[in-house]
């Protein structure tokens, strides 16, 4: 059974960098692509990007500028940084197993909120 | 405003059927890209309920099935439960954004 464990800062003030981990447990992490999506409170999805084993990364191009992922093999675990964050940027960010372009398992979510 | 339109609330008695419609264009939908289906049971994570326009993973009961045709795909939930009081969301591809994985706006479903 495959789980996924997540941690990160959760208040931050606007202009800071926002950085979360995805701890991969059970199954091939190298044959997968690994996702981040957020979803402001009481509002929808929206996929922020991802990631393969070996580091070849697509990003949503509403975000690109401010966002990279990255991965660490050697763990089982890839890394959401987000720079200058504002307050829009307040959600639950989730982290997510990619297959054929959708998401199969999905963590519990970290709510990350950004105020001054 | 998301690239994919659903309808806000959709709801119906127990035991009855329901569709919700997700609605997109020829950049993603009409372009042949899948479309996938999550169920999100209030404060938890998204779970994947129809896979690749019409397929279930193991586990989700028959009574969710999907379609797609041309810019649309709905997804269809018979002999409603209590239990099925959600929001729900489709999510494809669009070749405007380079390929990026697109939701619609999600449609809370009320069981009466």
């Known amino acids: 059974q495959v789980q996924l464990q997540q941690w990160g800062t959760g208040l931050l003030k606007p202009s800071e960098t926002l950085s979360l981990t995805c701890a991969v447990y059970?199954?091939?992490?190298?044959?997968?692509?690994w996702s981040w999506i957020r979803q402001p409170p009481g509002k929808g999805l929206e996929w922020i990007g991802e990631?393969?084993?070996?580091?070849?990364?697509s990003y949503n191009p509403s975000l690109k500028s401010r966002v990279t992922i990255s991965v660490d093999t050697s763990k089982n675990q890839f890394s959401l940084k987000v720079t200058s964050v504002i307050a829009a940027d307040t959600a639950i960010y989730y982290c997510?197993?990619?297959?054929?372009?959708?998401?199969?398992?999905w963590g519990p979510g970290t709510l990350v909120t950004v105020s001054s | 405003q998301s690239v994919l339109t659903q309808p806000p609330s959709v709801s119906g008695a127990p035991g009855q059927r329901v569709t919700i419609s997700c609605t997109g264009s020829?950049?993603?939908?009409?372009?042949?890209?899948?479309v996938h289906w999550y169920q999100q049971l209030p404060g938890t994570a998204p779970k994947l309920l129809i896979y690749?326009?019409?397929n279930r993973p193991s586990g989700v009961p028959d009574r969710f099935s999907g379609s797609k045709s041309g810019t649309s795909a709905s997804l269809a939930i018979s002999g409603l439960q209590a239990d099925d009081e959600a929001d729900y969301y489709c999510?494809?591809?669009?070749?405007?954004?380079?390929?990026?994985?697109?939701f619609g706006g999600g449609t809370k479903l009320t069981v009466l």
């Open positions: 999510q494809s591809s669009d070749s405007t954004l380079s390929g990026s994985r697109v």
């Open positions: 020829s950049s993603n939908i009409g372009t042949g890209y899948d």
């Open positions: 997510a197993r990619e297959r054929a372009w959708y998401e199969d398992y």
């Open positions: 690749a326009n019409n």
């Open positions: 059970g199954g091939s992490f190298s044959a997968y692509s």
């Open positions: 990631i393969n084993h070996s580091g070849s990364t």
